[in-house]
């Protein structure tokens, strides 16, 4: 059996029958292929809850290795951006791949591309940063590392567990910015046919708190590396409560302000177990919102999307029924933010699963509307839809 406490950040004392910690391509080679089923790919197991012991394989994603290529920005850089890429690929094989350590390796900044091109310009902003990343890079450290080198886009998501490979799955957010937004392309390994597979970013279909990795039939893809386009021009995204009204020197400062809001709001899961945000927000039509508004006046949190219906938080929610720092058995919702389920010791999954089906329960009675996990389950056999469990 292969203990899965110490990779799942509820911190539940599950196994899995066998495990695997994939440090790189070559251990995806060397499987015997097509994977026999049951198995499940785990990043740092931040966004889980498995509600039993598992009976098949779990891969641990530790493929490391990050390697940047600096090229001048153009009004249409997909060409050489995808080019660039693909020689950050090869170029980092090799040395990058097999960077397993818990500090970020950064390999040598690759030369730039077109060297006439950059000539003709003179300061940062005339260049992007073509970042390709093994999935199993911490993405915190991801964002450290490269703040350290001035290169930012990614501030607002600082403090987010996890790993690169896992954030576009779910397409990560956090303080009005998303891991998608600065998606270049996605590689895979396909578990039942052994290629490696390339996705765009509009190949991926990023959504709130989704991609084409969640369906089923992408479910055989292992993510080995990421490929995010970024820059040393620091673009504040400061419309979220703590960050408005306030300067920020660089994106190094907006990265230490989002730690602080996170550590006076959230438990670290090194500390009290738990997955990050339990439910997604949901989305309702201004009907819905006007009920609340009728009950609770106007200060009911809410968003308007583009589609025409409007985000409400789930953590208002799930307060207003109240559910904010309730406690049953080794279980319990966060008092700063009752979106976040907690593990208060020794908590068992069957304890985690009921609470969520009270907290769910009791925001469908009090405003009939359904909250669904944005925490992906997984039973016995595999992944379980929150309706069939
Ligand atoms: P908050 O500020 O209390 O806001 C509650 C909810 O309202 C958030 O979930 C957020 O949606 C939405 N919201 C707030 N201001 C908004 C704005 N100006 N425009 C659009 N939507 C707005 O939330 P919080 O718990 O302190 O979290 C702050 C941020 O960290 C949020 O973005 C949250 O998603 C993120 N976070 C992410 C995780 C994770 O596991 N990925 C865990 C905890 C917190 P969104 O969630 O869509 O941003």
Known sequence: MFDLSSYNTFNLAVSAREGLVVSEVADLENLPLPLEEPYIILGGGSDVLFTEDFVGTVLINRIMGVSITKLPRRADSAGALASAAAAASASSASSSDTAASAAVAFSAEAPVADASAADSYDSDSAFEYVVRVGGGVVLDDLIAQLLKEDICGLENLSLIPGTVGAAPIQNIGAYGVEIGDFIESIEAFDLRTGETKVFTAAQCHFGYRYSIFKEPEYRSLFITHVTLRLSKTFVPHQNYAGLQSMEFKDAFAMRERVIALRNEKLPNPKYVGNAGSFFKNPYVNADV??????????????????????????????????????????VGTWGKQALVIVNLGNAKPHEVLALARYISAEVKSKFGIDLVPEVRLYGKHGEIAWDQI
């Open 289 to 330: 919102v006007a009920a609340l508004q009728a009950q609770f006046g106007t200060k009911v949190p809410c968003y308007p999307c583009e589609d025409g219906r409007f985000k409400l938080a789930a953590g208002w929610l799930i307060d207003k029924a109240n559910c904010r720092g309730l406690k049953h058995g080794q």
